[in-house]
């Protein structure tokens, strides 16, 4: 294991480009370094207000006596057995002891801003075993996730933390042994926001400890009257609404008001109030693409004459010359002559659309590719 000495953590502040004098250092990185101990050289860092030692050998928290600043102890994969050493960091908010070794909660009650505790993958099994963050008031986050507790009394525990906030007991027994969990543990503790992977919304409390009053039929009605509530909430709005678009209404025809779209006179929070919710909008838009529709009359797009059809036309064009040219020969001409004429230009227009054709291929050096759409005169 690597002893943790004066010269190393003087080596692992350059190679972090941290400073080379302890006590200016408010933070330092000593984790996944195979230590066994905290060692004394760790006191002479006395500015530190986050230390990281996760990942290590460590089985007892100590020497950390001269960080009467620390705000953050990162000690988790460690194998620590018991909470202690902690007496002189009384400005301590977040301890994370995770992945330990820990099979009773302790030495904690005097941390007065403590606020954060993790705990998760430890050994911890009874209400016993956590009653002492009863004591640990200023406490509002605790993981507990993934250890073994099984006993239904732990909620005893909880109730009596004041300040609880977000509770995790996600991968523990005691789960499926407490009857309706999570409505057991939001109707028996009030201070409660977040509880496992869930937030606890102001609406889901009220209808649960509505249950706790009256059980499954108190809870059907009172979520009822939510559903009301926001029904009428919603229709005082839309009526405040339009009373004040009736009353600008009535300022501007008496000239109290400049002329202008109502919505210039709208100020921040009535444009809000006016916004239209995501199914207005898109009602709005669809009704606005069917009478675009409708209003709108399709012009078709003149068919485009192929190339082919093209340069035989206009061939044909310079043999024959122009169409009201060759309209007025024909009508000079008897009958007979006139049938032979016409079907004499027909037949040579064909023949100019189908004549095969060539190209220049440079990468035949100067052989001729053959292509039916192409005309052979054009190569003259």
Not at 94 to 109: E, F, M, Y
Not at 115 to 140: F, G, M, Q, R, Y
Request: charged content about 35%; aromatic content about 4%.
């Amino acid at each position: 294991m690597t002893e943790m000495t004066a010269a190393l953590l003087k080596q692992v502040c350059k190679t972090l480009k941290l400073y080379s004098t302890p006590e200016l250092n408010d933070k330092i990185y000593l984790h996944y370094k195979g230590f066994s101990r905290i060692g004394e050289a760790i006191s002479a860092y006395t500015g530190l207000r986050a230390l990281w030692l996760e990942g290590n050998g460590i089985d007892t928290i100590e020497n950390l006596d001269c960080l009467k600043e620390l705000r953050c102890l990162y000690l988790q994969q460690n194998l620590i057995e018991d909470i202690e050493g902690l007496e002189e960091n009384t400005e301590l908010d977040t301890i994370n002891l995770s992945n330990n070794q820990i099979a009773k909660v302790s030495g904690l009650s005097h941390l007065k801003k403590l606020s954060t505790l993790h705990l998760t993958h430890n050994k911890l099994t009874t209400a016993k075993d956590i009653e002492h963050l009863a004591e640990c008031n200023s406490v509002t986050v605790v993981d507990l996730g993934n250890n073994r507790l099984d006993d239904p009394e732990i909620v005893e525990v909880f109730e009596r933390m004041g300040n609880l906030r977000v509770l995790n007991l996600m991968g523990n027994p005691v789960v499926r042994k407490i009857e309706n969990y999570r409505r057991t543990l939001i109707s028996r503790l009030p201070s409660l926001t977040y509880l496992d992977d869930r937030p606890v919304f102001e609406e889901d409390r009220r209808a649960i400890e509505a249950w706790a009053r009256g059980g499954m039929e108190a809870e059907r009605e009172e979520r009822r009257k939510i559903f009301e509530e926001k029904e009428e909430k919603q229709r005082r709005n839309l009526e405040w609404f339009r009373e004040m678009r009736e009353e600008a209404r009535r300022k501007r025809e008496a000239g109290e008001l400049p002329t202008g779209t109502f919505r210039e006179d709208l100020t921040e929070g009535e444009k809000e109030a006016e916004a239209p919710t995501v199914s207005g909008e898109i009602d709005r838009e669809e009704e606005e693409k069917i009478l675009e529709e409708d209003n709108t009359e399709e012009v078709p797009e003149l068919e485009e004459v192929p190339d082919e059809e093209r340069r035989a036309l206009a061939h044909a064009t310079n043999v024959f010359g122009s169409v009201e040219d060759q309209a007025e020969k024909i009508m000079e001409l008897p009958e007979d002559e006139k049938e032979e004429e016409e079907e004499e230009q027909t037949s040579y227009i064909g023949q100019q659309s189908t004549r095969p054709t060539v190209e220049f291929d440079a990468s035949t050096e100067g052989q001729v590719e053959v292509n039916s759409h192409t005309d052979l005169d054009e190569l003259d």
